[in-house]
């Protein structure tokens, strides 16, 4: 990942933000996370996110969205706000390595436009600038996704629980069941929690409907009652626990969605800091105790790293015989604390190590690729939809070999399998046309 100023996503802190991430009992860590300081070249501006990867290449779709996302929401921010106060002249300096492509194919349709329940009236001009700006990033970037030739998405994907930041103006863009919380003063002066985002669950009402007209269905399984799915309309896989996510494009035909949800929010002088976090630290915890063990963290910079190690020890406590899910958590502070300021120099990176790892690690997991069950395909053929998605299926898999998330015991998995590959398919081959 190239090298910006004022851009992390490694464990450590900065003089605004605590960052942690780790791996759980599961495999490899599929969560990614970033806080870039000074977005789009302004000095009160700030870009935060977390991802949580799931599926064979899960990890790999949420750190290639870490490292794209934030790059093709400044370049709509550039290109839409050219003459606008939001962005500055040279804000063009920040993309980075992002081609003129990129940049002039972001385009949104009347359909992802109005696909959103948003509230626009708090302030009219900055809100539709940013919320046009995410609607489109979120699908150029689930296009790229698609046609990448290196990372198979067809069944994995990623949640993104994303914000900007600038002065007192905070937008939301959300994808999955990762959450964001803020903590906050009540009138009484007491500190409580604020849940930003929703859990885009397949049981939520909107959420269902829309799935079930496009043919796919929702339901639990009878040993996890309270965990609804997404499953193709012929078959029982994959079973993702989530109705809206970048990639997992098995399931795109059949009702699961990118389009993030945005939502606005004025901050005040009781709001003290945001918390974005995935999964397996709300799976444990409370809003109200998260909003707690940040809040009695030994110092700012440390209290990403406190949240996810009081996560993993209720994992520990609450499920002693359940793997334990990966945690990422971004903390992010509203209020001035000089403290703090001094601290996060000696926590800024843990090691440019773990970057190295990651690479070595998305580099085998690429030269390791495998299918995607030839039924999935022959599904989408019978609905004349999924066209170009079987490029993705063709690769090497040993006969009888079986991905599952289903190896060992686990509380809750986000995708649970995928049907056996067809032996014959498996010995073929086939390259991709766009």
Same mark, same amino acid.
């Given at each position: /990942?190239?090298?910006?100023?004022?851009?992390?996503?490694?464990?450590?802190?900065?003089? !605004?933000?605590?960052?942690?991430?780790?791996?759980?009992? #599961?495999?490899?860590?599929?969560?990614?996370?970033?806080? *870039?300081?000074?977005?789009?070249?302004?000095?009160?501006?700030?870009?935060?996110?977390?991802?949580?990867?799931?599926?064979?290449?899960?990890?790999?779709?949420?750190?290639? !969205?870490?490292?794209?996302?934030?790059?093709?929401?400044?370049?709509?921010?550039?290109?839409?706000?050219?003459?606008?106060?939001?962005?500055?002249? &040279?804000?063009?300096?920040?993309?980075?390595?992002?081609?003129?492509?990129? =940049?002039?194919?972001?385009?949104?349709?009347?359909?992802?436009?109005?696909?959103?329940?948003?509230?626009?009236?708090?302030?009219?001009?900055?809100?539709?600038?940013?919320?046009?700006?995410?609607?489109?990033?979120?699908?150029? /970037?689930? +296009?790229?996704?698609?046609?990448?030739?290196?990372?198979? $998405?067809?069944?994995?994907? =990623?949640?993104?629980?994303?914000?900007?930041?600038?002065?007192?103006?905070?937008?939301?863009?959300?994808?999955?069941?990762?959450?964001? %919380?803020?903590?906050?003063?009540?009138? &009484?002066?007491?500190?409580?929690?604020?849940?930003? =985002?929703?859990?885009? #669950?397949?049981?939520?009402? +909107?959420? @269902?409907?829309?799935?079930?007209?496009?043919?796919?269905?929702?339901?639990?399984?009878?040993?996890?009652?309270?965990?609804?799915?997404? *499953?193709?309309?012929?078959?029982?896989?994959?079973?993702?626990?989530?109705?809206?996510?970048?990639?997992?494009? $098995?399931? #795109?035909?059949?009702?699961?969605?990118?389009?993030?949800? %945005?939502?606005?929010?004025?901050?005040?002088?009781?709001?003290?800091?945001?918390?974005?976090?995935?999964?397996?630290?709300?799976?444990?915890?409370?809003? #109200?105790? %998260?909003?707690?063990?940040?809040?009695?963290?030994?110092?700012?910079?440390?209290?990403?790293?406190?949240?996810?190690?009081?996560? %993993?020890? $209720? *994992?520990?406590?609450?499920?002693?015989?359940?793997?334990?899910?990966?945690?990422?958590?971004? $903390?992010?502070?509203?209020?001035?604390?000089?403290?703090?300021?001094?601290?996060?120099?000696?926590?800024?990176?843990?090691?440019?190590?773990?970057?190295? &790892?990651?690479?070595?690690? @998305?580099?085998?997991?690429?030269?390791?690729?495998?299918?995607?069950?030839?039924?999935?395909?022959?599904?989408?053929?019978?609905?004349?939809?999924?066209?170009?998605?079987?490029?993705?299926?063709?690769?090497?898999?040993?006969?009888?070999?079986? *991905?599952?998330?289903?190896?060992?015991?686990?509380?809750?998995?986000?995708?649970?399998?995928?049907?056996?590959?067809?032996?014959?398919?498996?010995?073929?081959?086939?390259?991709?046309? !766009?």
């Amino acid at each position: /990942m190239q090298k910006i100023p004022g851009r992390r996503f490694l464990n450590g802190a900065s003089s !605004v933000a605590s960052l942690f991430t780790q791996q759980g009992r #599961k495999g490899t860590n599929q969560d990614a996370m970033i806080v *870039w300081e000074n977005f789009c070249s302004r000095t009160d501006t700030i870009f935060c996110g977390v991802f949580d990867g799931h599926g064979p290449f899960g990890h790999m779709v949420a750190r290639r !969205v870490r490292d794209s996302l934030p790059l093709k929401l400044s370049a709509h921010l550039e290109s839409n706000s050219r003459n606008h106060y939001f962005v500055s002249e &040279n804000s063009i300096s920040t993309i980075g390595n992002l081609t003129s492509e990129e =940049t002039l194919s972001i385009c949104l349709d009347e359909e992802s436009r109005n696909s959103a329940d948003l509230d626009e009236d708090r302030d009219p001009d900055l809100f539709s600038i940013l919320k046009e700006s995410f609607l489109k990033a979120f699908k150029v /970037m689930d +296009k790229e996704l698609k046609l990448h030739p290196n990372i198979d $998405c067809f069944c994995s994907g =990623t949640t993104a629980v994303t914000l900007i930041k600038q002065g007192q103006d905070l937008v939301i863009g959300n994808v999955g069941d990762s959450r964001a %919380v803020l903590g906050t003063r009540d009138q &009484n002066d007491c500190l409580i929690a604020v849940q930003l =985002t929703v859990d885009l #669950k397949p049981n939520l009402p +909107k959420e @269902e409907e829309r799935i079930k007209q496009c043919r796919g269905r929702v339901f639990a399984l009878r040993d996890e009652p309270d965990v609804a799915r997404v *499953w193709l309309p012929h078959n029982d896989s994959p079973g993702l626990a989530m109705a809206r996510a970048l990639g997992d494009f $098995c399931l #795109k035909d059949y009702g699961l969605i990118s389009v993030p949800e %945005v939502s606005y929010r004025r901050l005040t002088e009781k709001d003290e800091f945001i918390v974005l976090a995935t999964d397996g630290v709300w799976d444990v915890l409370s809003n #109200k105790e %998260v909003v707690d063990i940040v809040a009695s963290a030994s110092s700012r910079s440390s209290a990403a790293r406190s949240l996810v190690e009081s996560a %993993v020890h $209720c *994992w520990r406590h609450k499920y002693p015989t359940s793997k334990i899910d990966d945690c990422a958590v971004v $903390c992010l502070f509203l209020t001035n604390n000089s403290e703090f300021n001094a601290a996060s120099a000696s926590a800024n990176d843990i090691s440019s190590s773990i970057a190295n &790892n990651e690479n070595h690690v @998305e580099d085998a997991s690429i030269n390791n690729s495998k299918k995607i069950p030839e039924n999935l395909v022959e599904d989408s053929k019978r609905t004349g939809k999924g066209k170009g998605e079987k490029e993705f299926l063709k690769d090497q898999l040993m006969e009888g070999d079986e *991905w599952s998330a289903l190896e060992g015991v686990s509380r809750v998995n986000t995708m649970l399998t995928l049907p056996r590959f067809n032996t014959a398919a498996g010995k073929s081959k086939s390259k991709k046309s !766009v």
